[in-house]
Structures are given as structure tokens and as C-alpha cells.
């Protein structure tokens, strides 16, 4: 059970009374978190999710309510935090930072249809144009800079080759990256996986978990995206789910031709992010909480599918 702070009625209850949602019904704490406690609460108005921030920086919070304040002013499907009859949103309960959200519909597609890869597309494709117009600003955290600072640490946990391998990628991504003409920017979701999305049917309920959020590179947080959403399990691409997903994203952003040509190593470049954080939680910096890893190999296996295969042609 990942709720690592329990509270009780009473607590619940004169949290609440903080804001216009009514009064307590019931609550009950989400199993699925891995690194804050979550509660489903009711009121007799309606459903809310209440969430207590266990780690990290909690000066960077501002930085997600205006996020999620202004996607939710743009009618992006998320769950802008409520305010309390202060205007308030971020709040603190048991000593913990806090922030109360309207409960989204659905559940997370674990394989996505291509309804939902269209879905999907379209609505990342009307946050990236709009969040380049957002005035908040959060650097990437795991970005090139933290590839090349970082990947130091678990190259003594890998094989020779793994090791070349990752080192290889790294000086080749400087030497594209860093050459090249700026890449769009905006306020990214840096996290976007199926299972930070729910869905009702076919239709997109919400995007959540927007605690990696930051700017940076738009051309970023869509290969997140693709490297997830369109890959089969031997790391390939399926060419249905990708084209469903683009071709919506394309028709609310087009890119740019920089964009494009960096397209391919960008797919490497996010494949390998995820394959480096996930052994720095095995090997260097494990969980605070019981709770197990995600596998490291399943993002090993996709960048080296996207270096023998490439990239798919973009629909258009």
C-alpha cells in the first residue's frame, strides 16, 4: 500500500472545510502511488483526489499549480487543483504539502486502441501549443546535461558493451543536440506514459501526474510519448499506434524542419533517459518506500530497436 503518511476522519474532514467541496463522506487511500500518498475522497458534493507530497522539492510545487491552473484555463483535459475560499491552492496537512483535485474519469489503457493513441495526440498536441506561452519556467531535469553528468554512475554496473553503448549515444546526441538550430519550447508534461492518462472508453478522461513537468524541448516530451504509446514489447514501433498518435498531434502542431531531422535521435535520446533513470534506482538511489523498480531493460531494449530500425517516416 503506497500511502506513506495515514490520516484519519477528523483530519480529512477539517481539511476539507478549507474549501467550497462540501463535507466528508468517505475516504480511501490509492495503492498505485510510488512516491506521494493519495486519497480518493467523497464529499457529499463530489469526488476528489487529495494528494500529500513525500519527497522532493517542495519550493518547485508553485511551478505544477500554475502549470495545471493555466492548462485547466485553457480547457486542456487536467486536473486543475482547487482553491480554498482564500484563492489558495497549495496547501499542508500532517506537515506534508498538499493539494486537492477534482477526480477524473476513466483509467489508464494498458494497450491503448488507436482511438485512444488519437486522443491522446490531440490533446498533446493542444498543450504543447499552448504551453509555449506559459510564463513559469522549471529547467528540464533530466535533459542532455543530466545524460552527460549522470550516466557515470552506473556505467561500473554494466557490461562492456552496455557500457559503449551508453557512452556511444551520449557523445552522439552532444554532437546533434548541441550543433543544431533551438528546438521549440514550452512547458512539458516530461512524464507522459499510459498510465498517467485515464480514459473512459475511448474518450480521454484526463492527463495527470504532472510532477515531472517542466520546460523544455516540446520534440522531448512527444518522443516520451511514442517510445511508450507505440512500442510493442521487443521495443519496436507499431506503425498504427504511431501514425494514429502523430497524425492528431501533427494537426494541432506541425514541426518545425529542425525538429524533424532531430527526430530520430530524439526517440534514442528519451529511450535512453529511461533506461539510465530506471538503473540509477536499481544500482545508486533506490526508493524510499518498499515498493519495486520499474525494469531497466525494457528502455535498453527500445533504444537499441530505435538504432538498428530508426524512425518510422512521420505521417504527413
Known amino acids: 500500500m503506497a500511502v506513506f503518511t ?4 477528523a483530519q480529512v474532514s477539517g481539511f476539507l472545510g478549507r474549501f467550497d467541496v462540501g463535507s466528508l463522506v468517505t475516504f480511501e487511500g490509492v495503492a498505485s502511488g510510488t512516491e506521494n500518498t493519495t486519497y480518493f475522497v467523497t464529499s457529499d458534493r463530489e469526488s476528489l483526489v487529495l494528494t500529500l507530497f513525500e ?3 517542495h519550493d518547485e510545487l508553485p511551478f505544477f499549480v500554475d502549470l495545471l491552473d493555466y492548462l485547466a484555463e485553457h480547457r486542456l483535459p487536467v486536473p486543475g487543483p482547487v482553491h480554498d475560499r482564500q484563492g489558495i491552492a497549495l496547501q499542508s ?3 506534508k504539502p498538499a493539494l486537492l483535485f477534482p477526480r477524473l474519469p476513466g483509467k489508464y489503457p494498458k494497450h491503448p486502441n488507436l482511438a485512444q493513441c488519437e486522443a491522446l495526440g490531440d490533446a498533446l498536441g493542444r498543450l504543447h501549443f499552448v504551453s509555449q506561452r506559459f510564463e513559469g519556467h522549471r529547467p528540464n531535469p533530466r535533459d542532455l546535461h543530466w545524460l552527460l553528468s549522470t550516466h557515470h554512475q552506473v556505467l561500473s554496473y554494466l557490461s562492456p558493451s552496455d557500457q559503449a553503448l551508453m557512452s556511444d549515444e551520449i557523445d552522439t546526441y552532444q554532437g546533434a543536440f548541441e550543433g543544431a538550430d533551438a528546438l521549440p519550447q514550452g512547458a512539458i508534461h ?3 506514459f499510459r498510465d498517467n492518462t485515464l480514459f473512459d472508453g475511448d474518450r480521454l478522461g484526463g492527463i495527470i501526474d504532472f510532477y515531472n513537468g517542466c520546460t523544455g524541448d516540446l520534440l522531448f516530451d512527444l518522443a516520451i510519448v511514442i517510445n511508450d504509446w507505440a512500442s ?5 514501433l507499431n506503425r498504427e499506434r504511431h501514425d494514429a498518435l502523430l497524425r492528431a498531434y501533427l494537426s494541432r502542431r506541425p514541426l518545425t524542419e529542425t525538429e524533424r531531422q532531430c527526430w530520430p535521435l530524439m526517440l534514442r535520446m528519451t529511450a535512453l533517459r529511461y533506461w539510465l533513470s530506471r538503473l540509477l534506482v536499481v544500482y545508486v538511489d533506490p526508493p524510499a518506500h518498499e515498493l519495486t523498480p520499474h525494469d531497466p531493460e525494457q528502455f535498453r ?4 530497436r530505435r538504432i538498428t530500425d530508426g524512425a518510422l517516416p512521420l505521417p504527413g
Request: charged content about 25%; glycine content about 18%; overall charge negative.
Open 6 to 9: 495515514p490520516l484519519n476522519d
Open 55 to 57: 519527497q522532493g522539492e
Open 93 to 95: 496537512l500532517a506537515g
Open 190 to 192: 516530461g512524464d507522459l
Open 232 to 236: 510493442d514489447a521487443d521495443g519496436s
Open 301 to 304: 531494449t527500445i533504444l537499441n
